[in-house]
C-alpha cells in the first residue's frame, strides 16, 4: 500500500490541489467568503498550473486555426494554378488561331488575283536528306496537281512539284541547287537567271551582264521565260553584287523571298505555261520524306 501510494503521490497531489478550489465552491454555495490561507496556498501553486494549460489550450486552437487557414489557402492556390495554366493554354491556342487565320487570309486573298486556278495545300512532310531540298504537301493528283507545277506563297516563289501521287506531292525548293528559273530584275527590267545554291538562306544570280545597273536590294521577279513561272512572282532581293573588271556577267546573290525553313501552307498554281520543265525528268526524287510530327 505504501509503495503504491509512493507512485502515485505527485498525481494524488495535483488531483488534490485542482481538486479543493472547486469542493471550497461546492461547499461555501452562494456566500461570498474571503480566502484563506489554505485557498491562497492552493490559488499560488494552482496559478501557474492553470496559465500553462491555457496558454497550451489557445495555442494548440490557434495552431490549428492557422493549419486549417493554410489548407484553405493551399487549395485555393492549387485551384487558381490550375485556373491560370487553363487560360495559357487558351491564350496559346487562340494566338496560333489567330496566326494560321491570318496567313489562310493572305492565301485567299493572293488566290483572288489569280487568274488560273490555284490549290491550297499544308506542309506535312520534309525530306531529312542534306542534298534534296524538298517538303511535302497534302494535296496530290486527285486535287488536279501534276509535275513541274510552280508552287508559291503570298511572299513569293517556293518552287515546283517535283514528285505528284494520288494523295500527296513532294516539292522541289528553289534553294535546291537542282532548281533554274528564268528572273528579272524589277527596277531596270534586266532578265538574267537564278539557280539554287543548296543554302535555304541565298540563291544565286546568274547570266546578269556586267554592264547591267544592279543595286543591293533590288528586287528581282519572275520573268516568265522559262515556261514554268508566271512573270511577275516574288523571287528575292539582290544583295553582295560583285562588280568584275572582267568578264561578260556580274557576280551577285538573292536573299530569297520566302523563309523555306518557315513554310506550313503552300499555294500549287495548277495553270502554269507550257513549256521546258526545270528540273529534268531523268533528275531523282527524294526516296523517303519525313513526315512531320506535331
Not at 530584275?185 to 544592279?214: C, F, I, M, S
Request: aromatic share 2%.
Amino acid at each position: 500500500m505504501l509503495a503504491l501510494l509512493k507512485r502515485h503521490l505527485e498525481p494524488l497531489l495535483v488531483l488534490v490541489l485542482l481538486a479543493y478550489p472547486l469542493i471550497s465552491l461546492l461547499g461555501s454555495g452562494r456566500r461570498v467568503r474571503e480566502p484563506n490561507v489554505v485557498d491562497r496556498v492552493v490559488l499560488g501553486v494552482t496559478a501557474p498550473l492553470q496559465r500553462g494549460l491555457v496558454s497550451v489550450i489557445d495555442g494548440v486552437g490557434s495552431a490549428w486555426e492557422r493549419y486549417v487557414s493554410l489548407r484553405r489557402v493551399e487549395r485555393e492556390n492549387q485551384a487558381m494554378r490550375e485556373e491560370i495554366s487553363g487560360l495559357r493554354k487558351a491564350v496559346s491556342g487562340m494566338a496560333e488561331a489567330r496566326s494560321e487565320n491570318e496567313r489562310l487570309r493572305r492565301l485567299l486573298n493572293y488566290t483572288e488575283t489569280e487568274a488560273g486556278p490555284v490549290v491550297a495545300a499544308r506542309v506535312v512532310g520534309i525530306n531529312p536528306d542534306a542534298n534534296r531540298l524538298t517538303v511535302r504537301i497534302d494535296r496530290g493528283e486527285g486535287d488536279g496537281l501534276a509535275r513541274n507545277m510552280p508552287v508559291v506563297t503570298p511572299d513569293g516563289v517556293v518552287g515546283q512539284l517535283l514528285r505528284v501521287t494520288s494523295g500527296s506531292a513532294d516539292v522541289l525548293l528553289l534553294a535546291d541547287p537542282n532548281s533554274r528559273l528564268g528572273v528579272r530584275v524589277q527596277r531596270t527590267r534586266a532578265r538574267a537567271g537564278a539557280a539554287g545554291t543548296g543554302d535555304e538562306r541565298l540563291l544565286r544570280l546568274d547570266y546578269l551582264a556586267r554592264a547591267e545597273d544592279l543595286e543591293e536590294g533590288d528586287a528581282v521577279v519572275t520573268s516568265g521565260t522559262d515556261g514554268v513561272y508566271p512573270p511577275g512572282l516574288m523571287v528575292g532581293r539582290a544583295t553582295q553584287v560583285q562588280r568584275q573588271g572582267a568578264g561578260m556577267f556580274l557576280g551577285a546573290n538573292l536573299l530569297p523571298a520566302v523563309d523555306f525553313s518557315r513554310l506550313e501552307e503552300v499555294l500549287v498554281l495548277c495553270a502554269p505555261k507550257v513549256g521546258a520543265a526545270l528540273v529534268p525528268r531523268s533528275a531523282p526524287v527524294p526516296a523517303r520524306v519525313e513526315e512531320r510530327r506535331p
